[in-house]
């Protein structure tokens, strides 16, 4: 009988893959994550790390946030996160450096509508996956896209030079510092009275929070942040201490939180709108 090669025999291959294969291969690599047997698990981890070191570096960090996106989400009742008809044209214009356009449903306008978007960076936030992009309809500022409201990606012609890793992830910090879903990062004024200045002085709800003192009786409050409910929510606590609010929609919907806290507590609340 001949002999049997040892187990620490180690046989090494050659092999190209184009863009389309490679795109197969991350479909393939994360089925088998889900779908095989228990026995083999630890075969396709072996063959995924393989497979993944051999890669130049950006397309590694690509195939490794396919991988993590390909991975079961208890919220999307066991179904993979992203459908991968959508994530393979996002990881060819990253990889290329194109635009991609889409149809995107806005949560905040209820209306599916067609957007042009510079991809940067892909994400998971609170297990949901999402593409960091700039807006070229909003001055190519960085916003957050959910990919679960994404449909017909198609990659452009159009050559796109992302902002780089640590201006994406300063942003990302940003965005993820109040729990927020999507939207762009902008100015918050806040103007209010002795009290606000002496908490805030002591609570830091923002790393970009600068307070001012302006006088004895009168400090702004200042963010540069993406808004969000739980901002809205926290500053409401603090309406009887706050004189003005800008940008005025955000005075609004804390203006409207505030009161309707105070009506519940049985307390009379003024309707004056020149004042807060």
């Known amino acids: ?33 889900k779908l095989a047997p228990s026995c083999l698990q630890e075969v396709i981890k072996e063959t995924e790390m393989a497979i993944t070191k051999s ?63 510079g991809p ?10 999402y593409l960091l992009a700039e807006d070229p309809d909003d001055e190519n500022k ?29 942003s990302l910090d940003s965005m993820n510092a109040m729990e927020n879903e999507e939207n762009e990062i902008f100015k918050i004024e806040i103007e209010g009275n002795k009290k606000l200045y002496e908490h805030f002085r002591e609570v830091e709800l923002h790393s970009s929070q600068k307070l001012t003192k302006i006088n004895e009786d009168k400090c702004l409050l200042q963010f540069e942040m993406p808004e969000s409910y739980a901002f809205f929510r926290y500053m409401a606590g603090f309406g009887g201490w706050i004189s003005h609010i800008e940008p005025k929609d955000v005075m609004w919907q804390i203006r409207a939180i505030w009161r309707k806290g105070t009506e519940n507590m049985g307390l009379r609340v003024e309707r004056d709108n020149s004042n807060f």
């Open 55 to 117: 890669l130049p570096g950006p397309i590694q960090n690509n195939f490794e946030k396919f991988v993590e996106l390909q991975k079961e989400s208890s919220s999307f009742s066991e179904k993979a996160i992203v459908d991968k008809e959508t994530m393979k044209a996002i990881l060819s214009a990253l990889r290329q450096g194109r635009y991609i356009e889409c149809d995107y449903f806005s949560k905040a306008r209820g209306a599916i509508e067609t957007r042009e978007l």
């Open 120 to 129: 940067a960076y892909v994400e998971l936030f609170e297990g949901a996956p």
């Open 142 to 170: 960085l916003k957050r896209f959910k990919l679960s409201r994404m449909e017909k990606v198609s990659v452009l012609t159009r050559n796109y030079k992302s902002p780089g890793k640590e201006i994406c992830l300063e």
């Open 1 to 33: 009988m001949a002999n049997q090669s040892s187990n620490e025999d180690k046989h090494h291959y050659e092999f190209s893959l184009n863009e389309n294969q490679l795109q197969i291969l991350n479909v393939a690599m994360g089925l088998l994550n």
